[in-house]
């Protein structure tokens, strides 16, 4: 799933009304910006080699969401400001994953973030 910061905003306003899913999106971005900030070596951008820190955070996120009942084996990774604009950057973020750690990802449908719904 690839979300910008503006979905990340509505995911939050969904999360405060009780949308448990739109709650797990924003606890794994907020995870991923602490990871920014803090962790060594310095993440970078699953586009590109541009590193991601406090002056230069994310502007989009994809997530890897298994098909189980545990959302903690979620993954979030960030992208840089030119890569998060870049056209098709969904499947381009699918395509880098399934080169990477998930071979069999793919693009979900954005969550439906109405209140109480999953
Ligand atoms: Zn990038």
Do not use: W
């Amino acid at each position: 799933m690839f979300v910008t910061r503006v979905d990340v905003l509505d995911a939050y306003l969904a999360a405060s009304l009780g949308n448990e899913a739109a709650a797990r999106l924003v606890r794994l971005v907020a995870k991923n910006l602490e990871h920014v900030g803090t962790t060594q070596p310095t993440p970078i951008c699953l586009l590109c080699n541009h590193k991601l820190s406090d002056n230069h955070q994310p502007l989009a996120f994809v997530f890897v969401i298994p098909e189980c009942d545990d959302p903690s084996l979620s993954i979030c990774s960030g992208l840089c400001q030119r890569c998060s604009t870049l056209p098709d950057v969904a499947n381009r973020a699918v395509n880098a994953m399934r080169s990477g750690i998930a071979p069999d990802a793919r693009v979900l449908p954005k969550f439906d973030y109405q209140p109480g719904h999953a």
